[in-house]
């Protein structure tokens, strides 16, 4: 169905990349991780300078509250989840032009981490529409396959409202 997500949910129990092996018996974190895609009426090349535009993400990832650019690659980001905000250290780990992102959190050595990984990806379907893929895997808690959704919903009716103001529709 057109404009429909697809997801696919996958649970996980994993430590992240940074954390340091557990001895005291606690539980490693939870890691949720869900699949979605969605189709957008936009040429591949505006849906992916859109995604790229990272300080554009509270826009559309409602977790995401603010976002401040470092550098090229790495982002400073406020994220709400489950009534808490965490500020956290976004790195941009692979751009293959109007084809693939992938991003992940870096660890932040002043309390417990959390983690959290994306990767988008871009098919053409035809010069005005295209498919966007969305992976993301998260230890922040709450329901990561509905936040896909919404993520992907929100972020189709930003490009498709852009493109009805251009074309004055």
Excluded at 6 to 35: F, H, S, V, W
Excluded at 128 to 154: D, E, H, M, P, W
Aim: hydrophobic content about 40%.
């Amino acid at each position: 169905m057109a404009g429909t997500a697809r997801l696919q949910n996958i649970n996980t129990c994993a430590r992240t990349p940074n954390e340091p092996m557990q001895t005291n018996g606690a539980k490693p974190y939870t890691m949720d991780a869900a699949e979605g895609s969605i189709l957008v009426s936009a040429p591949i090349a505006a849906v992916y300078e859109r995604w790229l535009g990272f300080e554009d993400y509270p826009k559309f990832i409602t977790a995401i509250k603010r976002v401040r650019k470092l550098d090229e690659n790495h982002f400073i980001a406020s994220l709400g989840f489950n009534g808490k905000e965490y500020d956290t250290t976004l790195e941009m780990m692979l751009r293959v032009s109007q084809r693939r992102l992938a991003w992940r959190t870096l660890a932040d050595h002043r309390g417990r981490d959390h983690f959290a990984a994306g990767v988008v990806c871009f098919a053409p379907l035809s010069d005005q529409s295209t498919c966007v893929t969305l992976k993301l895997t998260s230890s922040f808690g709450g329901a990561v396959s509905r936040r896909v959704r919404i993520y992907l919903q929100n972020f189709k009716k930003l490009i498709e409202d852009e493109a009805a103001r251009a074309d004055g529709r």
